[in-house]
């Protein structure tokens, strides 16, 4: 089946400690996203990228990091420098990066510290 | 700057009943506005997709409108049942060709039997 892969589904991160939460896809869509959901709250854009080897910072970029060296893959590192990474965190692609083109979400990854 | 807000923040109705769900944005320069369900612990599922040029959208018990020059969106469930027990998000692509989208902070329905 065709889909949008997340993995773990719960992280834990112990202090000055990076992680990386695996997104992969099997859509063939040129755009993937990563979003940060908060309790109560709504998706907040971290980063996107709308072509391999491309991706742009979004509202929240910061002690984040992305690669997407592959068209099917778009990782996420949260590194030591994000001081509150306690979050549920959404990978999405979409067929292209414009606009009318609906996003598909992952099941998301859950992460806390230890 | 864009903002969405949604109200209600929860929802609970009698199984049965005919609901709306509303969604306010603050800038009227959108691309489209798109209606997503999120079970507990999971992902957004898209529901409905409303093009800047069209007035609503229809699949199956839902029907999403836009009102864009008022900043409005409804979300009209029809028949609740409580299969429909969700949270409900709203979210809108503003006039950057990034896919960018900004989110409200959802509406949670309960559905009671």
């Known amino acids: 089946d065709g889909g949008i892969t997340q993995s773990p589904k719960y992280l834990f991160r112990k202090e000055g400690q990076n992680v990386t939460l695996s997104c992969e896809q099997n859509?063939?869509?040129?755009?993937m996203y990563w979003y940060r959901q908060d309790p109560g709250q709504g998706l907040r854009l971290i980063y996107y990228?709308?072509?391999?080897?491309?991706?742009q910072k979004g509202d929240i970029a910061e002690g984040y990091s992305v690669s997407r060296e592959k068209k099917e893959s778009f990782p996420l590192t949260v590194t030591s420098a994000q001081k509150n990474p306690t979050a549920f965190y959404l990978c999405?692609?979409?067929?292209?990066?414009?606009?009318?083109?609906?996003?598909?979400f992952g099941d998301g990854t859950r992460l806390s510290i230890l | 700057k864009q903002e969405v807000t949604q109200i209600p923040a929860a929802l609970s109705v009698p199984e049965g009943e005919n609901l709306v769900l509303n969604c306010s944005f603050t800038?009227?320069?959108?691309?489209?506005l798109q209606w997503f369900r999120q079970d507990p612990g999971k992902g957004l599922t898209s529901l409905l997709l409303?093009?800047?040029?069209?007035r609503e959208q229809t699949s199956g018990r839902l029907n999403a409108s836009l009102d864009k020059s008022s900043g409005r969106s409804t979300l009209y469930i029809a028949a609740s049942q409580p299969g429909d027990s969700a949270t409900y998000l709203c979210?809108?692509?503003?006039?950057?060709?990034?896919?960018?989208?900004?989110f409200g902070q959802g509406t949670t329905l309960q559905v009671k039997p």
């Open positions: 800038d009227s320069a959108i691309y489209n």
């Open positions: 409303i093009q800047s040029s069209q």
């Open positions: 999405a692609s979409s067929i292209t990066g414009g606009r009318n083109q609906p996003q598909h």
């Open positions: 979210a809108v692509m503003g006039s950057s060709n990034t896919g960018k989208l900004i």
């Open positions: 859509l063939n869509h040129d755009a």
């Open positions: 990228s709308q072509i391999v080897n491309d991706f």
